[in-house]
């Protein structure tokens, strides 16, 4: 058993909507690991297994790449020479690094100032064909439906239902790692198709069916043979700023730090509201600044840094620890989305001055040691 690792599609294949022949576009996506946390859950004075699901790891640093492997894959076999996508940022940086792999063109569109600095980078270095709009990303959305109509290509956003597939062995992964599926599976909710795509793959393992992935048209493999009948609850965070599903309908002008969960009017709405009632969960929202120190807090103390939106999963599971919601004794699992290294410019200006300079004397450099032991 020294089969080389190459991506979620061959690793679970039977339950993937491929055949023999497909031509698997991969970039070694997915097995990404699974961290408990040592010195945060303490803090929170209560007895909890507080794990971090780290997707930042994924080739492209965000757990889109799960979803991209997928849609990319299916688009090939369809014969498409062109994919589409409105963006955030980290599903540009997919679809343009996994059109690279397969030899078809991206386009992607992001809105004008509001992604964050790594993510422009990657979709302009892997080549694709970026297009700045001056709107946000729900008006990007809106404009890559209508444009399909007009042109010959395949939309990569998660309305195409090959990414929710792709995204669902995430939870397939922790299964298996876990050997039963967590009491509570906290995720940051933008467009919801991931934390659709969560439900979709644990039910699917554990045998049932879900009114969240009827839409998938037989791709779906629920029926097939259960894991573990077990699943957990789903709760899904949003930033205060941008929390529709804490409104109870779509925001207009959604603003927040986190710019990867910008998104007023999400895709994924009524299979998000199914999510919850078939799972038990609720969708909370938390503050830009709760969201940042979340963020620190990852980072400081346990050495693990993601992106502002992604510490939303953390940020919240946090306070629901705290306040007993999510009761003393219960294993959790929290998304980290996307890596830290994706949004540097959010990272430094969260540090302040938090530097020092000094002259290139010994004394110096021995002087700023000793004046900094912790
Ligand atoms: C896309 C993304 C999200 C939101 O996922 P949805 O499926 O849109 O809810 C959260 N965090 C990061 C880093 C993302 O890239």
């Known amino acids: 058993m020294n089969k080389r690792y190459t991506g979620l ?8 909507p491929v055949t023999d022949g497909t031509r698997v576009i991969s970039l070694g996506e997915g097995n990404t690991p699974l961290v408990k946390l ?4 303490g803090e929170t004075g209560k007895s909890v297994d507080l794990y971090v699901k780290y997707e930042g790891l994924n080739p492209t640093g965000s757990f889109k790449d799960r979803g991209m492997t997928m849609a990319v894959t299916r688009a090939v076999a369809e014969g498409s020479r062109a ?3 409105a963006s955030t940022g980290n599903t540009s940086a997919a679809a343009a690094a996994y059109a690279a792999r397969a030899g078809i063109t991206a386009f992607v569109l992001i809105p004008e100032g509001k992604i964050a600095l790594g993510k422009l980078a990657q979709a302009m270095i892997h080549g694709a064909v970026v297009i700045q709009i001056r709107g946000n990303f729900d008006a990007g959305m809106a404009l890559v439906k209508e444009v399909a109509d007009h042109a010959p290509v395949t939309i990569v956003n998660s309305i195409n239902p090959y990414r929710l597939q792709g995204q669902k062995t995430a939870a397939f992964e922790i299964v298996d790692e876990l050997g039963a599926a967590p009491d509570f599976h906290c995720l940051p909710v933008g467009n919801a198709g991931n934390i659709t795509a969560h439900w979709i793959g644990y039910s699917e393992y554990a045998g049932q069916g879900t009114q969240a992935c009827a839409f998938c048209e037989g791709s779906c493999k629920f029926g097939g043979k259960a894991v573990n009948g077990k699943r957990p609850t789903m709760v899904g965070y949003q930033a205060s700023g941008s929390a529709p599903f804490m409104r109870g309908g779509m925001v207009d002008h959604p603003e927040t730090v986190a710019t990867a969960i910008r998104i007023g009017h999400p895709q994924s709405w009524d299979r998000a509201w199914t999510v919850q009632k078939e799972s038990g969960g609720w969708f909370d929202e938390c503050s830009d600044e709760e969201i940042l120190a979340a963020q620190k807090l990852l980072t400081s103390r346990e050495g693990i840094f993601c992106e502002p939106a992604s510490a939303t999963s953390v940020a919240g599971a946090l306070r629901d620890i705290r306040a007993g919601r999510i009761p003393e004794g219960s294993s959790v699992v929290c998304t ?7 949004d540097p410019d959010t990272a430094i200006r969260q540090c302040g001055d938090d530097m020092l300079t000094v002259d290139a004397e010994l004394s110096a450099v021995k002087d700023a040691i000793l004046n900094n032991m912790a």
Request: with cysteine.
């Open 83 to 85: 994919i589409i996508c």
């Open 9 to 16: 599609i061959e690793h679970y294949r039977d339950r993937m």
């Open 336 to 342: 980290l989305t996307g890596h830290g290294l994706k």
């Open 38 to 41: 040592e010195n945060i859950p």
